[in-house]
C-alpha cells in the first residue's frame, strides 16, 4: 500500500489524460471511480460495440490501453501505480484497483511519454517504410513482458495473405447489417463525445493504398499523401497464449506500450482488430505470425513531416467518466 496521499485532483488531471487511449471504434468502455486510498477501474458494458466486438475482449484490450495510459500519466506526476488485477472475482467488471507510492525523481523520459499520450494519433493513410526498423523493434521487444504478451512482426512475404485476409473480412461480412449498421452510428456523429468523426476517416482513394485496414465509410474524395503511394508500414502482432480476461487486459496494456514508444520515435501508428474478430481470418494471423492467440494489429510507419496533423478526436466528459466515491485523509 502507498504511504501517501494523492490528491483528488491529480488522479482526475491522470484520469482524464488516460482516456485518450484508443478504443474499439472510439466507444471509450471503461468507467473510473477513486474511493479512498484507491482507483478503480471498471468496464463499461453501456459502452460497447455488440456487433463488432462480440466476445469483449476489443473492450477489454481498450481498457488495458486506459490502464497502461493512467500509469503513465500518475509517473509523471510523481507517483508509482501499483496495479491489482480483477481484484474481486465475484464481479469480473472489476479491472484493476490501483494505489500509489511516491516516485523518487520524475525523469524527461516520464514527461514525454505522458506527453506522446496527447501527440498520438490513430492514422488510418498509407505510412512510408519505418526508418531503422530493426533498432525500435529491439526497443519495442525491451518494453514488452514476452512472458505475458509476445510481440511479431508480419515477414514481407506474409504480406500479400493477410492482405487477402482483410479482403476476406469484408466479403464474410458484406451481408452482416448489424455490422454495418453499428459501424455506420459509430462512424455518423450521432454521438458527439464517441465515435469516429469524418476528419479521422479516410476517402476511397486512400483506402485502396493500405491494403491492411477495416473498411469504414469513406470520405469525400481526397487523395491525401500521395507522395507515399501504397502502404509500406511495419505490421506488428501482440498476441497472448489463452483468451483469459486477464491475458486481455495485459495485451491492451501492451498496446499502449507500443503505441507511446512508437510516437516517442516519430513513427505514425494504426490499431487493427477486424482481422480478430471472425475466427477464419484470426488463425490465418496465427499462422502468417507464429503466435498462438493473436490479439491485435498495429500497422508502424513514417508519415511525412508535412503532413497535416489531425485534429484530436472526442472524449467523454470526465464527469460521466470518473466518480469520486470517498477521498482519504489527508497524511
Not at 482513394?205 to 477495416?214: L, P, Y
Request: net charge negative; proline share 6%.
Amino acid at each position: 500500500m502507498r504511504d501517501f496521499t494523492v490528491d483528488a485532483e491529480i488522479i482526475k488531471a491522470a484520469v482524464q489524460l488516460a482516456c485518450r487511449a484508443p478504443s474499439v471504434h472510439n466507444s471509450q468502455p471503461w468507467r473510473w471511480t477513486l474511493d479512498g486510498d484507491a482507483v478503480h477501474l471498471f468496464i463499461d458494458p453501456e459502452h460497447s460495440a455488440p456487433s463488432t466486438d462480440s466476445s469483449g475482449r476489443e473492450a477489454l484490450i481498450s481498457c488495458g490501453a486506459v490502464l497502461d495510459h493512467f500509469r503513465v500519466a500518475m509517473a509523471a506526476s510523481g507517483w508509482t501505480a501499483h496495479v491489482d488485477r480483477f481484484p474481486n472475482p465475484n464481479d469480473l467488471d472489476h479491472l484493476a484497483s490501483i494505489d500509489f507510492s511516491a516516485n523518487t525523481f520524475v525523469t524527461e523520459g516520464h514527461r514525454r511519454r505522458a506527453e506522446a499520450i496527447l501527440s498520438r494519433r490513430t492514422d488510418r493513410l498509407p505510412f512510408a517504410e519505418p526508418p531503422d526498423w530493426e533498432l525500435f523493434e529491439s526497443e519495442l521487444r525491451a518494453t514488452l513482458d514476452a512472458d505475458a504478451v509476445p510481440l511479431a512482426v508480419i515477414a514481407e512475404q506474409n504480406r500479400p495473405q493477410l492482405a487477402q485476409a482483410s479482403d476476406l473480412v469484408e466479403s464474410l461480412r458484406m451481408y452482416d447489417s448489424s455490422y454495418h449498421r453499428e459501424i455506420h452510428w459509430w462512424t455518423s456523429g450521432v454521438a458527439h463525445d464517441e465515435g469516429i468523426p469524418q476528419s479521422a476517416l479516410v476517402s476511397a482513394a486512400e483506402s485502396d493504398r493500405v491494403d491492411v485496414g477495416r473498411s469504414f465509410p469513406v470520405t469525400g474524395d481526397s487523395h491525401r499523401r500521395g507522395e507515399v503511394g501504397e502502404d509500406h508500414s511495419k505490421i506488428v502482432v501482440l498476441s497472448t497464449f489463452d483468451d483469459a480476461r486477464d491475458s486481455v487486459l495485459r495485451c491492451g496494456e501492451a498496446l499502449s506500450a507500443v503505441l507511446l514508444d512508437a510516437t516517442m520515435a516519430g513513427l505514425a501508428t494504426c490499431t487493427v482488430t477486424h482481422l480478430m474478430e471472425l475466427p477464419a481470418t484470426r488463425e490465418i494471423v496465427a499462422k502468417l505470425s507464429g503466435s498462438n492467440t493473436p490479439q491485435v494489429l498495429v500497422r508502424v510507419g513514417l508519415a511525412p513531416a508535412t503532413a497535416d496533423v489531425p485534429p484530436p478526436t472526442p472524449r467523454r466528459p470526465i464527469g460521466e467518466v470518473f466518480e469520486v466515491r470517498r477521498v482519504a485523509s489527508q497524511n
